[in-house]
Nanobody, 126 residues
Framework: QVQLVESGGGLVQAGGSLRLSCAAS????????MGWFRQAPGKDREFVAA????????EYADSVKGRFTISRDNAKNLVYLQMNSLKPEDTAPYYC???????????????????WGQGTQVTVSS
């Protein structure tokens, strides 16, 4: 089992920045592809970003490309999502996820992820 705990969410004005963190624990917890997703009320869960185990390959949703950066610190079992130039449409709970099957393919599909955190709320005011 892998446990994931997100932190760093909050309320920020449009144009501001936040950095989300995801702390992983459990058996071989950091040896996976890691992803961030979000789900606004009334909408489907949406892929945001993913990163391979080595950190050399990343994927981003078009809506966040150039504004968000995913990174990881394997020594600390941490994954980050740096969010800049935030927009009101970025408002949602953000979830960290681990793909228990892959190490080098950063999937965009939520069904490929086996472990999920409880989420951290990001609210961007206009």
């Amino acid at each position: 089992q892998v446990q994931l705990v997100e932190s760093g969410g909050g309320l920020v004005q449009a144009g501001g920045s936040l950095r989300l963190s995801c702390a992983a624990s459990g058996r071989t917890s950091i040896n996976y592809v890691m992803g961030w997703f979000r789900q606004a009320p009334g909408k489907d869960r949406e892929f945001v970003a993913a990163i391979t185990r080595s950190g050399r390959t990343t994927e981003y949703a078009d809506s966040v490309k150039g504004r968000f950066t995913i990174s990881r610190d394997n020594a600390k079992n941490l994954v980050y999502l740096q969010m800049n130039s935030l927009k009101p449409e970025d408002t949602a709970p953000y979830y960290c996820a681990a793909d228990g099957s892959r190490t080098n393919y950063p999937s965009r599909g939520s069904m490929d992820y086996d472990y999920w955190g409880q989420g951290t709320q990001v609210t961007v005011s206009s």
